[in-house]
């Protein structure tokens, strides 16, 4: 089977020091892959090089087999590959709508109405607030509003930096739930940075392990849902300074 994305040997550096090296992994076509790390351990920085939103000072970085290792941002959000970050980051004075319309800048209006109502139709809870201000949204819902705006390019790599931040349980089961969902649907491949380990474990195939900028070792997910196994992935790959949420 043809991995949709390969990450070979990447690393990034800021200023000086190396934030994440070797790192190496796999993304197969409709499949979600996780990464597990305590703060700093270079999550986000994984992402954002996929993304091509930072620099890459070595490795590469393949999509279907095509070298997108230089390939800038908005070039990678046409071919598919599109980051959610961290915090949210929609535009609050925007309404709903013309937040979703931000991220199918580049489709022509049909297929933009035709993903409007494909994410609404995801997202029930923000289809019936399409002209409310952003700010207006929940936390839960505005973060359903920037997965949601991720799709309107039609992703088919999907990059979710903490989906569950700030989030109170109840919320995080919803969004997780709809991310299952869209992927049922959309057939999209997800790469998922999360701290919140159940949650990330339930919709996840398989999980790396992240500490210090390295890959420490991968698991597959089903295993990790039993608590006895997930605990002892967590001392061995992350030691005792981590939690499980
Ligand atoms: N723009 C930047 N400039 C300099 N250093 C940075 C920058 N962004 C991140 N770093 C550093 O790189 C390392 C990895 O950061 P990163 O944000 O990737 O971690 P993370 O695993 O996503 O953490 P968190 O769980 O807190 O979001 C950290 O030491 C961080 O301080
Ligand atoms: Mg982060």
């Known amino acids: 089977m043809t991995d949709l994305l390969q990450v070979e040997d990447l690393a990034v550096t800021y200023g000086a020091a190396p934030a994440v090296s070797g790192i190496s992994l796999t993304v197969p076509d409709r499949g979600t892959v996780a990464l597990l790390g305590a703060n700093g351990a270079g999550k986000s920085t994984v992402l954002k090089a996929i993304a091509g939103l930072v620099p890459k000072s070595a490795g590469r970085v393949r999509l279907m087999g095509e070298d997108m290792t230089a390939t800038d941002t908005r070039h990678l959000v046409r071919m ?4 959610v970050p961290e915090g949210r980051e929609i535009v609050p004075n925007l309404s709903v709508d ?3 319309v931000l991220g199918g800048f580049h489709l022509d209006g049909a297929t933009r109405r035709r993903r409007r109502d494909m994410v609404l139709g ?3 809870e923000i289809a019936g607030r399409a002209a409310s201000p952003a700010w207006r949204l929940s936390g839960g819902e505005q973060q359903m509003l920037a997965i949601g705006r991720a799709l309107m390019a039609g992703p088919r790599l999907l990059l979710l930096d903490e989906p569950s931040l700030g989030l109170a349980p109840l919320l995080v089961r919803r ?3 709809r991310l299952s969902a869209i992927r049922a649907e959309t057939g999209l491949a997800i790469v998922l ?3 919140n380990f159940r949650m990330t474990v339930r919709v996840a195939d398989i999980v790396h392990f992240l500490r210090s900028g390295r890959l420490l070792g991968q698991r597959n997910a089903a295993e990790l849902r039993d608590p006895a196994a997930m605990e ?3 001392s061995a790959y992350l030691g005792s300074g981590a939690e499980a949420a």
């Open 80 to 83: 598919g590959v599109v980051y």
């Open 98 to 100: 013309e937040n979703l």
């Open 122 to 124: 995801i997202f029930t």
């Open 175 to 177: 969004v997780f739930d």
């Open 193 to 195: 940075v999360e701290q």
């Open 232 to 234: 002892e992935a967590i």
